[in-house]
């Protein structure tokens, strides 16, 4: 049986590293949106951790440049469009503005996303400490402590004021993904005795691979891939809680994103 869109696990496997890279600070700005808006402190200890994991992520330092890199070849590629009457002039004027604005937020930030942050000492001490088991214990850091006893609201304001320096970023990869997961063209596959060899077509390159699978088959797929051929092996987890490679024949839906 065919997985349906609702129920279906997703599994995403980038072809480069600066693909690889926004998925991680997707998975990061995600995150961070579900904890913010939460009351506990230890939702917003973890806020916080995520906001220092973002700042390592970005600390690369072509990552702004390929971002930017990135936007105007989006830009380049949907103005082949206009004057297809097939497209929406006005859909398509829509999201070739959002990429504008993408630009110029990111283009205007200073440095690095989150080098503001760098400033704050106090901000700048928890994240000395966060790599040390049982580093933010109240008696190592008797100010963070305290701060973790103020009203749910305060805190809040706070780490949303913190994360907001991460904003033009977030956009960016945000709409860049969501573009290329777009420009792909969903196929059903078979994988035959628990495996799936695929020969790329010459002159694409790949950035992306999607795949869908249905959770009730039990299967994980362990995904490799390069600009020649992709390959999917599905795997069963034993009783041994090891990973076993599995001959069992399944459908899934694959996505390859240029």
């Given at each position: 049986m065919a997985p349906s869109m609702s129920s279906a696990i997703l599994y995403e496997y980038p072809f480069n590293e600066r693909i690889r890279t926004y998925l991680r600070l997707e998975q990061l700005f995600r995150r961070l949106t579900l904890l913010v808006p939460r009351d506990h402190p230890l939702d917003h200890h973890h806020a916080l951790l995520t906001i220092f994991e973002v700042m390592d992520v970005a600390a690369r330092a072509d990552l702004k440049s390929d971002v930017l890199k990135d936007i105007?070849?989006?830009?380049?590629?949907?103005?082949?469009?206009?004057?297809?009457?097939?497209?929406?002039?006005?859909?398509?004027?829509?999201?070739?503005?959002?990429l504008d604005t993408c630009f110029a937020d990111l283009n205007d930030a200073t440095g690095k996303t989150g080098h503001s942050l760098t400033d704050n000492d106090w901000l700048m001490g928890i994240r000395s400490r966060v790599g040390i088991p049982g580093g933010t214990c109240e008696f190592d850091l008797p100010a963070y402590h305290a701060w973790q006893h103020q009203s749910a609201d305060s805190r809040r304001a706070d780490v949303q004021r913190w994360a907001s320096t991460l904003a033009p970023l977030t956009r960016a990869v945000h709409l860049l993904l969501k573009l290329l997961r777009d420009a792909g063209v969903p196929q059903k596959v078979m994988a035959a005795q628990g495996q799936f060899v695929q020969t790329l077509p010459q002159g694409r390159t790949f950035q992306l691979l999607r795949l869908k699978i249905d959770p009730h088959l039990g299967l994980v797929p362990e995904i490799s891939g390069n600009r020649l051929m992709v390959s999917v092996r599905l795997m069963r987890q034993g009783t041994d809680d090891r990973l076993h490679a599995t001959t069992d024949e399944a459908q899934f839906d694959m996505t390859l994103c240029a």
């Open positions: 105007d070849k989006q830009k380049a590629v949907l103005n082949q469009y206009r004057g297809n009457p097939a497209i929406s002039e006005a859909a398509l004027d829509e999201v070739v503005a959002q």
